[in-house]
């Protein structure tokens, strides 16, 4: 992103820049695992508490329920998750992470180290701290205001 207008773009630009890069690193890592970028936040979710439904992620990630609905079906045709129907409400789907599930998570957080340990190359370990929590900071801020505003993940965003 080096160009001698660096400087002059607005902070939203830098965050989806950002999010663009880790987006193509990632896909980039995952295409001989038969995954993609947009599949990690469901497995990752999964990794750490199994047994959780679609609405859970959507509520969680704030992404809308049709993305979620893609991603879910396209990790269980490849064997990652298996969705089973919940027995004590017919409509809701139980999400859980099969052995092919569970051993590729380690591979996953090791593509996110890496792509951190390169987005953040030339910063100390306290900037790093400090990156990470004004971020957090920023993120929570974000979902605040897409409550206050009314806005619906599941609303086609």
Known sequence: MKSRNTCEL??????????????????DRLRPLGLSAGQVPVLMLLYNEQNITQETLVRHYQI??????????????AGFIRRITDPGNRRAVRLFLTG?????????????????????????????????????????????????????????N
């Not at 989806?16 to 193509?24: D, H, N, Q, V």
């Not at 809308?64 to 045709?77: F, H, P, S, W, Y």
């Open 10 to 27: 607005p902070f939203g630009a830098v965050v989806s820049i950002t999010g663009r890069g880790r987006f193509i690193f990632f896909n």
């Open 64 to 77: 809308d329920k049709g993305t979620i609905a893609r991603a879910v079906k396209k990790l269980e045709d």
């Open 100 to 156: 092919k599930g569970e051993q590729v998570a380690p591979v996953l957080r090791e593509i996110n180290r890496e792509w951190e340990e390169q987005v953040c190359s030339g910063l100390s370990k306290s900037e790093r701290d400090t990156l990470t929590s004004l971020m957090r900071t920023v993120a929570q801020n974000s979902h605040r205001n897409m409550q206050n505003t009314g806005e619906k993940p599941d609303a086609g």
